[in-house]
């Protein structure tokens, strides 16, 4: 277990524009599962391989228990790390893999002979010893690789997309795997995935990143629940926040807000009284707007026109549009939800989950850490 | 496969074989006969064989000597070929640096020449450095000659390889000289053996410069032994022949060595 601390880190690539991370303030504690959690090109997989050592480091400084690490060799830094394309050895055989890195470090042949050993009955790969990567299947290699980082006995683990290749269903036991991996070990983890899914089931805290900047920091239902920026809300969920450009008005002492002919007054804990006049962007889940209302006094309700319904079997999604502003609205309603294309309903929205963004797209009423 | 196509396939293939092998072939009949039944008959099967001319061209016409110089530059050429050519097609396939691409296209372009060009430069520096009419000399050439398609060859396999094989070996502690041998070459090896065989194969029946460079009879390869028994007025097309098929051994074997290697998918499975 250690403690990985990245106080401003920064990478530039050369001849490049723009840093591909910049500024990366985080820390990440004892025996914590941090998921670094971003759409493609946000700049996470670079962070991950400056704290691997993979990459150099542009600025900033990237500690290990205290220990400034930024000039340490990958291979000095005690760290073991999971790749998306599992990097197995093709011409070793599973024990030859496993065993590589404990070669390296001159530990003596009956203790390799050990650990390996342990490693492969853990991980049910005792029977593969004697094969090569070819004749593994994905989820085989995949434990190989898994063990090829836990037989070093490491003081982090970094995981790199591991579950991207896999199919679905196995990508599902595999998570359930690496969460167990995790609870038995309570070895301190980084994982970077662009799957929300995973990043929300696996992840002690999740950092959000985007354009190489931390967007967000928090446990998965925190930032899930109070999304920092409209970039946050609108990346998290599935399907995401619905967003709306809406005006503050001076009716309610600057707590209503226009979205077209459209008057929402947001309760007091949702949004601190703003100038009317102020352009903000209002956010509401989908599972904050139903199709039957449950007669609570913060629930508005929405004219649409039904144009998309997705039945996913035990929930519905409704994809409508707003009457007066054609905007699109989603709603995530019952599995029997009785509605088609084409049909006029009132869908209503709960204000109480009600979230406002500053016209930067910052959250107006934001409780989460972001250290 | 309907049995009229494959039947019409395996006349098609039939018919190829019997031309790629027949010169082969008889070739290898001609190393058995005489002269003078060659000259009676160019087609004749051996009857009686002449095993003897073997013994007699290794033993009375220097074939021994001509056999073992070329052993030792062939041998020694391919060998720094192998381990020069991999060292630099890895570090162009591995590593970011300035001029990297220049240097693969100086090396690449070198290429497109005809080498015949280069021998009369080539005669002189070996002269001027006292390489002229020497073994040593004739494997320099002959590494200059063929290092830049090995490094064509192998840079092309190394730069197909996952980076990620590489940052793992390297978070396993292996530094950049232990990754080449311990993790790229034994996955290369099929590459590898390509240009060993095309190497091989290649500087083994290399006559031009060998003719140019060497004079000395006891530096004398294979192709210029061969060449001994063309006279100004006549030929022995028998002992060519038998000078040829024991000139070809070699070739084979080493061969049937490598090729196994050729056809081995060495990277099956590194990566999903």
Redesign the interface.
Same mark, same amino acid.
């Given at each position: 277990m250690a403690i990985v601390r990245l106080e401003r880190l920064t990478k530039i690539y050369e001849r490049a524009q723009t840093p591909a991370v910049k500024d990366v303030s985080v820390e990440i504690g004892h025996g914590e599962f941090m998921v670094l959690l971003g759409p493609s090109g946000c700049g996470k997989t670079t962070t991950l391989?400056m704290i691997?050592?993979?990459e150099s480091i542009s600025d900033g400084t990237l500690s290990i228990d205290g220990q400034i690490v930024n000039g340490v060799?990958?291979?000095d830094r005690d760290?073991?790390?999971v790749?998306?394309?599992?990097?197995?050895?093709?011409?070793m055989t599973v024990w030859d893999n496993l065993a590589?890195?404990l070669k @390296? @470090?001159s530990i003596p042949r009956d203790e390799i002979e050990r650990r390996v050993r342990n490693v492969a009955a853990t991980l049910g790969l005792s029977e593969f010893l004697k094969r090569?990567?070819?004749?593994?299947s994905?989820g085989q290699?995949q434990r190989v690789a898994l063990g090829?980082a836990i037989v070093?006995n490491p003081k982090v683990f970094l995981f790199d997309e591991p579950l991207s290749?896999l199919d679905a269903a196995l990508r599902v036991s595999t998570r359930g795997e690496i969460a167990a991996l995790h609870r038995r070990l309570g070895a301190t983890m980084i994982y970077v995935t662009h799957d929300q899914v995973e990043a929300m089931t696996l992840g002690t805290r999740i950092c959000i990143m985007s354009n190489g900047r931390v967007a967000q920091v928090g446990t998965p239902l925190d930032v899930y629940h109070n999304p920092a920026s409209t970039f946050v809300a609108g990346f998290l969920g599935n399907p995401p926040m619905n967003l709306f450009p809406a005006v503050v008005t001076d009716d309610a002492g600057g707590r209503t807000l226009a979205i077209g002919s459209l008057k929402l007054t947001i309760p007091p804990e949702r949004m601190a009284p703003l100038p009317p006049g102020t352009s903000v962007t209002f956010g509401i889940r989908p599972e904050h707007v139903s199709a039957h209302g449950q007669g609570r006094p913060t629930e508005v309700p929405f004219s649409c026109e039904v144009v998309q319904v997705e039945r996913l079997g035990a929930e519905t999604l409704v994809i409508s549009e707003i009457a007066d502003s054609g905007a699109r609205l989603v709603a995530r309603s019952g599995g029997d939800v009785a509605l088609d294309l084409g049909d006029r309903v009132t869908l209503y929205a709960d204000l109480s989950a009600a979230h406002v963004f500053d016209a930067a797209g910052n959250a107006l009423r934001q409780q989460t850490e972001t250290r | 496969m309907p049995v009229l196509t494959r039947t019409l396939v395996l006349l098609a293939l039939s018919l190829y074989t019997a031309f790629a092998a027949g010169p082969f072939v008889w070739a290898a009949m001609l190393s058995l006969r005489t002269t003078t039944e060659i000259h009676l008959n160019h087609f004749a099967f051996p009857n009686p064989a002449h095993w003897e001319k073997f013994p007699d061209a290794w033993y009375n016409s220097n074939y021994a000597t001509y056999f073992m110089n070329s052993i030792e530059v062939v041998i020694a050429a391919v060998v720094v070929l192998t381990i020069v050519g991999a060292m630099a097609a890895h570090c162009l396939a591995r590593y970011r640096f300035r001029l990297n691409r220049v240097i693969y296209f100086i090396l690449f372009s070198t290429i497109i020449f005809p080498p015949q060009i280069t021998i009369i430069a080539l005669f002189q520096i070996l002269v001027n450095y006292g390489l002229y009419n020497s073994k040593l000399g004739l494997t320099l050439v002959y590494v200059a000659l063929q290092l830049p398609l090995t490094i064509y060859i192998l840079e092309s396999f190394f730069a197909r390889l996952p980076a990620d094989l590489f940052d793992a070996a390297r978070m396993d502690g292996y530094s950049d000289w232990e990754i080449f041998w311990k993790v790229s070459l034994p996955i290369a090896l099929p590459a590898v053996a390509t240009t060993v065989i095309l190497n091989f194969i290649l500087l083994w029946n290399e006559f031009l410069f060998a003719v140019v460079l060497i004079t000395d009879e006891a530096n004398r390869t294979l192709p210029l032994g061969i060449q001994r028994f063309i006279g100004d007025t006549q030929e022995d097309i028998g002992m060519i022949a038998t000078g040829l098929m024991i000139a070809i051994v070699p070739v084979i074997i080493v061969y049937a060595f490598f090729s196994e290697k050729l056809i081995q998918g060495m990277t099956a499975g590194a990566v999903k």
């Open positions: 391989r691997a050592g993979l060799p990958a291979k760290i073991a790390m790749f998306q394309s599992y990097a197995l050895y093709p011409h590589f890195g @390296r @470090r090569k990567p070819h004749a593994l994905g290699r090829r070093r290749n | -």
